[in-house]
């Protein structure tokens, strides 16, 4: 099985997850979230198939999100409008992100992972 991984090289979390990946065999596509951002479409795709809200694609930890003040603005956006925004920049976007057949995994929880991953 090969698995879409998203990640920003920089990011220690990213880092990890690649670590684990590597550790337990899985391949993986690499993609460099600020270089090649999530589309709108495979983020509507993405978050339909996580069954997670929106909210948790969200890097809310980011410097971006606290500059935009985007915790006081995205209660009153649209779905769309939140998915559009957060296709305009890939470091809006909460990372790393796997998506696998069946399953979407928005950030590193190795309880999570071990479980998507049947390990």
Known sequence: MS?????YPPCSTCKNAKKWLDANQISYQSRNI???????????EWIKKSGLPIKK?????G????????KDLLPGMSEKEQI?????????VKRPL????????VGFKEEEWKKAFIL
Do not use: C, R, W
């Not at 796997?98 to 995994?105: A, K, N, R, S, T």
């Open 57 to 61: 694609f969200f890097n809310t930890s």
């Open 98 to 105: 796997v998506i696998g057949d069946g399953f979407v995994l």
């Open 3 to 7: 698995v879409l991984f998203l990640q």
């Open 63 to 70: 410097i971006l999100y606290k500059e935009k003040h985007l």
């Open 84 to 92: 559009d925004l957060l296709a305009t920049d890939g470091m809006l």
């Open 34 to 44: 600020k270089e090649e951002h999530p589309t709108a479409s495979e983020l509507m």
